[in-house]
């Protein structure tokens, strides 16, 4: 770090918007993702949030897809691994709901045992919907949900 | 005469900007909180406000949106001082009409003496002030100014060196208080108890231009506010990364005080993870605190690389296709360039507390997923900063490292 001018601070790009209660939300109030951990990976830069997420959604996309050909082809070690990989990064990106379900996917997968794991990975598909939606309204809120122009 | 209101809570640093700015001409004022600050300001009219961002009680930020809500002060000229690796606090003082923002780790007196100058004005050299004590300036006055800024900067750096074996002794003990506390109400307590003192370290080894001191306390200040502001966090991983940069303030105040230490070093760092998310989220990490890093998603790629690299520090995911984590550290010891190489990995908290696996294959320290990112900021600056002030002895050849492999910036 060196002297003044060089030590001044410069302003960034404006921050997306970051609600935060001061208590906890109870289990079933719990959002989507955490927008906390998104603003501070990105510095609140509005362009590195979308970026980011877009990595998220074609990472994971194809994630699940592999997700759902492990469970069907019983393969419980690619399952795992897949589930634990998905989960670091969800977890990373603080997509609070979606990860206990990768874990458990991950858990089953260790253990050999897939015995719930199709109806976990429907679970993770929804939820995987949800942050879709719940992101889409945070960073584009002139935008209409995804489905809405349809009607 | 120029004035200026200096709104901080450490009477340390506002006191040593007191001095500085009323020896160069300037009439200058103290506040320790926001409310006596804004209370001051409206009777003694300044023509500027220096103002620390991590106020107790009311914030800086909050002082900022009133100063600029009352008519009369919404121009008036305001430095602020803060904390970089407090990024989102800079956003929103400069959205609350911040004029400037200054980073504490390094603003020795005399720059923030230029500052105000460029901003405000007064305050020359040779001033009535400083005529009445120092009456060569008339002859010789940069030289003159310049050996009495030096004069008054080590004399700022003696008395703060003496002090450190206290303050040390008191870190210790706010640690203590925290491991030993049971109850999250006691927590929290101490982890804010340690976090005003940090943020003391801090202000004053940036005023005394101990720049490492300076950037670790920052940095570890950050963590503690994440803290606090956010319990949930609080798990065995961060606790014990806290405990470790308290010990590391230590090994600091004893080394990390002479002059030809007072840069940041440039490091090599090695992020091997096989997920991109993660990935980046290592390398932001570091680039919080200028560490620049070469990532690698494949295991057996990284070992190449180790095998002809020197490299300060490396991190590795544990679960990674084609070879471990625990893995590619046991082969990478093998190396002679690596023997005593620092290396972090970064597991699952349900293993964090099954370190065995990490400590057999020669890793010096982990990490639990998901980490905060001032988490990982703060163990890289411990293992870069040790790593430059008590250089590893390394075995065998050392093979030249690829430059344009090995950014130098730091």
């Known amino acids: 770090m060196k002297n003044t001018p060089d030590n001044e601070l410069t302003p960034a790009a404006p921050t997306a918007p970051s609600p935060k209660t001061d208590t906890p939300a109870p289990a079933d109030k719990v959002q989507p993702v955490e927008m906390d951990r998104l603003n501070d990976l990105t510095d609140g830069d509005a362009d590195s949030i979308r970026e980011l997420v877009d990595m998220f959604y074609k990472q994971t996309t194809q994630q699940l897809a592999q997700l759902e050909a492990a469970v069907r082809a019983n393969k419980a070690d690619d399952v795992r691994r897949v589930a634990h990989s998905c989960a670091g990064a969800s977890a990373t990106l603080g997509m609070t709901r979606f990860v206990p379900l990768l874990r458990e996917l991950e858990k089953q997968g260790a253990a050999g045992a897939l015995t719930t794991a199709a109806q976990v990975y429907e679970d993770a598909v929804r939820e995987f919907k949800l942050i879709q939606n719940f992101l889409a309204a945070r960073l584009n809120p002139a935008a209409p949900p995804p489905g809405a122009a349809h009607s | 005469m120029k004035k200026i209101l200096i709104i901080e809570d450490d009477q340390i640093v506002s006191n040593v900007y007191r001095n500085k700015l009323v020896m160069e001409g300037y009439q200058a ?36 949106r009133q100063i600029r809500s009352e008519a009369d002060f919404s121009k008036l000229p305001i430095i602020v001082f803060s904390n970089t690796y407090l990024t989102n606090l800079i956003q929103d003082a400069w959205k609350a009409g911040a004029t400037k923002c200054v980073s504490k780790i390094n603003c020795p007196p005399k720059d923030l003496l230029d500052l105000m100058r460029r901003t405000i004005g007064g305050g020359e050299a040779g001033s009535h002030a400083r ?35 206290a303050t040390l002794a008191a870190l210790r003990a706010g640690l203590q208080s925290l491991v030993k506390s049971n109850t999250e ?12 003192r940090v943020h003391a370290v801090n202000g004053n080894a940036g005023i005394a231009g101990f720049v490492p001191i300076a950037h ?23 606790l014990r990364t806290v405990a470790s940069a308290v010990d590391f303030l230590g090994f600091l105040f004893e080394r990390g005080t002479r002059s030809d230490k007072q840069e940041i070093p440039s490091a090599r760092i090695l992020v091997v993870d096989d997920e991109a998310i993660s990935r980046r989220a290592i390398i932001y990490s570091l680039e919080k605190a200028q560490l620049q890093s070469i990532s690698v998603e494949d295991p057996n790629a990284a070992f190449k690389l180790l095998s002809e690299n020197q490299f300060d520090l490396v991190f590795l995911d544990v679960d990674m296709p084609g070879m471990t984590g625990y893995e590619l550290c046991t082969r990478l010891r093998n190396l002679p360039l690596h023997t005593k190489t620092p290396v972090v990995f970064i597991t699952g908290l349900s293993d964090f507390d099954n370190r065995t696996s990490s400590m057999m294959a020669g890793g010096n320290d982990f990490i639990a997923k998901p980490f905060l990112f001032i988490e990982l900021t703060v163990k890289a600056l411990i293992h870069v900063l040790r790593g430059k002030l008590q250089p590893r002895p390394v075995t065998g050849n050392h093979p030249a490292s690829n430059p344009q492999l090995m950014p130098s910036k730091c």
């Open chain 2, 185 to 196: 109400v006691a927590r929290l307590k101490h982890i804010h108890e340690l976090y005003r």
């Open chain 2, 216 to 238: 670790l306390a920052a940095a570890l200040e950050a963590l503690l506010k994440e803290l606090y502001e956010n319990p949930k966090n609080i798990n065995s991983s961060t």
């Open chain 2, 131 to 165: 005529q009445k004590t120092e009456g060569a300036l008339a002859t010789k006055p940069a030289t003159v100014v310049s050996e009495a800024d030096a004069e008054f900067q080590d004399e700022l750096r003696k008395t703060l060196i003496a002090s450190l074996p």
């Open chain 2, 29 to 64: 004022e103290v506040a320790l909180d926001g409310e006596t600050g804004l209370k001051v300001m409206r009777t003694f009219q300044p023509d500027a406000i220096v103002l620390d961002l991590m106020l107790p009680n009311m914030s800086g930020v909050d002082v900022i």
